[in-house]
């Protein structure tokens, strides 16, 4: 007899990415599509990945993982910055054409969910994920229940103002965290360093003559190479997380926190630093336990698990 299982989609601006899922968060499956512009194609496109990977499986649900707004209720996208839904039913109308229920999470709230049942933060009663990509998700997690806030929309934890006349953010603030600590921070940064010390770096960023093309992908293999201004630009980031980890923990005040999204992946350069930095700057340093900072263990299916999970608890 097969297994029961669900799946679990993580629909992002550039892939969509499904993922058969067992009761213990293994990923048997996936398909994948790049994400197509229009609201039906892209409906389209999650209908075609699942119905293929449900012929195969026997599946009994299937959860959304949704960079965006949901609604209370959890079945409509309010509205998704790099997505084509805007008040969108996306639930029942996926629902009604695979015929399979179907529920809609947040994605950062998916992978914080995904994280707690089967990767970096088994049994911790609070936990807060940051996922650290192009700009800062954030998912919380109260006694094993996500957080959503009154609305459905927290915690937006990456357009917290931490730097006062800071850089501009697409938000319309100035000096927000992810302006500083993300994939985009690092690549604004190196820029910043390289036209003030053009002799400090190597020629591994020198040698990007455009700054468009030093990416934070390409501050982080330079940084890992030794070149100081890259590294200088590692030790920036780091700063920054820690200094955002400090203020988050002074709100809400997390047993662990996970470092999820791309710019997990070079924690290494950068995640001790930041440990020190959070210790330095949290409130009563020195007399309070700290949360422990780790990465994620479920990668990139953090969020496809999470809501494969909430689809499994539901159906
Ligand atoms: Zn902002």
Redesign the pocket.
């Known amino acids: 007899m097969r297994v029961k299982t669900t799946i679990g989609v993580d629909i992002g601006g550039t892939s969509v990415r499904a993922g058969v899922v067992d009761r213990h968060g293994n990923v048997l499956d996936t398909a994948r599509a790049p994400t197509p512009a229009g609201e039906t194609a892209l409906e389209d496109a999650i209908v075609a990945a699942v119905g293929g990977l449900a012929t195969r499986h026997r599946v009994t649900g299937v959860g959304l993982a949704v960079a965006g707004f949901v609604t209370t209720d959890r079945r409509s996208v309010m509205f998704a910055p790099h997505l084509a839904w805007r008040d969108a039913p996306v639930a029942d109308r996926i629902s009604q054409r695979l015929k399979l229920p179907v529920v809609l999470e947040h994605d950062a709230n998916s992978a914080v969910l995904g994280e707690h049942r089967f990767g970096a933060a088994r049994g911790a009663k609070v936990v807060l994920l940051v996922a650290i990509g192009t700009g800062i998700g954030g998912g919380l997690l109260i006694d094993g229940q996500l957080y959503r806030g009154a609305y459905g929309v927290a915690p937006e934890l ?2 917290l ?1 931490l730097v006062p006349g800071g850089r501009a ?5 100035q000096g ?1 965290w ?2 500083y600590c993300s994939g985009t921070a690092l690549s604004a940064t190196a820029v910043e360093l390289l036209a003030r010390h053009p002799g400090r770096s190597t020629v591994l960023l020198r040698d990007s003559m455009d700054s468009r093309a030093i990416t934070g992908r390409k501050v982080a293999a330079a940084a890992r190479e030794g070149d100081p201004l890259a590294q200088r630009a590692m030790s920036e980031l780091a700063r920054w997380l820690g200094e955002g980890l400090a203020l988050a923990a002074d709100i809400y005040d997390p047993e662990v926190v996970v470092i999820g999204g791309g710019v997990s992946e070079s924690a290494t350069l950068f995640l001790d630093d930041a440990r020190d930095h959070y210790k330095k700057m949290i409130t009563g340093a020195g007399y309070r336990p700290l949360a422990r900072i780790r990465t994620a263990q479920l990668g990139d299916d953090a969020a496809l698990v999470g809501a494969a999970a909430l689809a499994a608890d539901a159906c």
Do not use: I, N, S, Y
Request: aromatic share 0%.
């Open positions: 990456g357009h103002r953010c697409p938000c319309g603030k927000c992810e302006r």
